[in-house]
């Protein structure tokens, strides 16, 4: 089962339980087992730029911790997202992607001429989504491809 010539699908990871939900979701649903895939999966995790970085300041030890634990983190990530679809035996190719998540991972759309976006969706509040900034929310509006936002059902509390 190659992937030359199949449309792109881009995973956007973190390794929330959002993250993971909709990465088990686009699985299930994209690529079922024992049958041909009909898309070229990209995990793809955005990891930040620590901010005496993008300021310019602050060389040495400090910057060189905080740079190593994000890359160890990112690392950590990845793997996860490779381990769940190794379980499925989805073949699969991963990027870890520098800077601002909404920002990277249009980018990498475009780079990789997506045809669709997996994102998850955390179910953030409209205040906290005012003030975080909404991934999936900018992704949907900026995003060169068809986007699909998949959200974690609520549990339903019992009485």
Request: aromatic content about 6%; overall charge positive.
């Amino acid at each position: 089962m190659g992937n030359r010539g199949k449309p792109v699908m881009i995973m956007g990871f973190d390794e929330s339980e959002h993250g993971i939900y909709a990465l088990r979701w686009a699985l299930d649903h994209f690529f079922p087992i024992g049958q041909e895939h009909q898309f070229k999966l990209i995990v793809a995790h955005a990891k930040p730029i620590p901010p005496n970085v993008i300021h310019g300041q602050g060389t040495g030890g400090y910057v060189s911790g905080v740079e190593r634990d994000l890359k160890k983190v990112a690392n950590r990530t990845i793997s996860k997202a490779m381990e769940i679809c190794e379980e499925r035996s989805v073949r699969v190719t991963s990027e870890i992607l520098e800077g601002d998540a909404r920002h990277a991972i249009c980018e990498a759309v475009e780079r990789h001429g997506a045809a669709i976006l997996v994102l998850g969706g955390h179910n953030h509040g409209r205040v906290r989504r005012m003030f975080l900034g909404s991934v999936s929310d900018y992704c949907a509006h900026h995003a060169h491809c068809s986007v699909v936002i998949v959200k974690k059902p609520k549990r339903k509390h019992c009485h």
